[in-house]
Antibody, heavy 117, light 108 residues
Framework: QVTLKESGPVLVKPTETLTLTCTVSGFSLSNARMGVSWIRQPPGKALEWLAHIFSNDEKSYSTSLKSRLTISKDTSKSQVVLTMTNMDPVDTATYYC?????????WGQGTLVTVSS | EIVLTQSPATLSLSPGERATLSCGASQSVSSSYLAWYQQKPGLAPRLLIYDASSRATGIPDRFSGSGSGTDFTLTISRLEPEDFAVYYCQQYGSSPWTFGQGTKVEIK
């Protein structure tokens, strides 16, 4: 069974760096034509794609957030990590990780991150 | 960056009716690389359709997708009570991938 689970802080202060971890099971991050995305959703608003990492370690980022984002993976730990620098209250959202080479077949439950002093 | 515009923002229909949701792209979507997701309150999105018209595993055949280029459609042939939700389109034909702003299908 394929599962993904997000973990990280529930509260961060403005200007801090957010680090989120997606732990996957049921598949390997080194499988060909495999990848994991991070997607977020502010309360009551639409989905926003943030970043993706492929099995060959190729990465892709949202144009508007590229300067603040870093995505990486540790295949041995089955983890994908997203860091976002200089957090702001507008970054308050539920952050999801999702599996797929392009479209997203399986999603984690999401983790709500609030940015507040 | 490809901008996806979904219409209408809200669709008010009764169970048993047909729902037609639109997703328009600011540029042609390569190889019809467009997906549709359904999201219910408090839950993660669920993949319905990929490659514009292929149903994901376990998705009932009342859901169908069509379109190419810049115009795509999700059709729900007969609404069941569990279909009232928010629907998003996503393009993955060119980086960065993008989502539409969503269409809410509500009970009339």
């Amino acid at each position: 069974q394929v599962t993904l689970k997000e973990s990280g802080p529930v509260l961060v202060k403005p200007t801090e760096t957010l680090t989120l971890t997606c732990t996957v099971s049921g598949f390997s991050l080194s499988n060909a034509r495999m990848g994991v995305s991070w997607i977020r959703q502010p309360p009551g608003k639409a989905l926003e794609w943030l970043a993706h990492i492929f099995s060959n370690d190729e990465k892709s980022y949202s144009t508007s957030l590229k300067s603040r984002l870093t995505i990486s993976k540790d295949t041995s730990k089955s983890q994908v990590v997203l860091t976002m620098t200089n957090m702001d209250p507008v970054d308050t959202a539920t952050y999801y990780c999702a599996r797929g080479y392009s479209y997203h077949t399986t999603w984690g439950q999401g983790t709500l991150v609030t940015v507040s002093s | 960056e490809i901008v996806l515009t979904q219409s209408p923002a809200t669709l008010s229909l009764s169970p048993g009716e047909r729902a037609t949701l639109s997703c328009g792209a600011s540029q042609s979507v390569s190889s019809s690389y467009l997906a549709w997701y359904q999201q219910k309150p408090g839950l993660a999105p669920r993949l319905l359709i990929y490659d514009a018209s292929s149903r994901a595993t376990g998705i009932p055949d009342r859901f169908s997708g069509s379109g190419s280029g810049t115009d795509f459609t999700l059709t729900i042939s007969r609404l069941e009570p569990e279909d009232f939700a928010v629907y998003y389109c996503q393009q993955y034909g060119s980086s960065p991938w993008t989502f539409g702003q969503g269409t809410k299908v509500e009970i009339k």
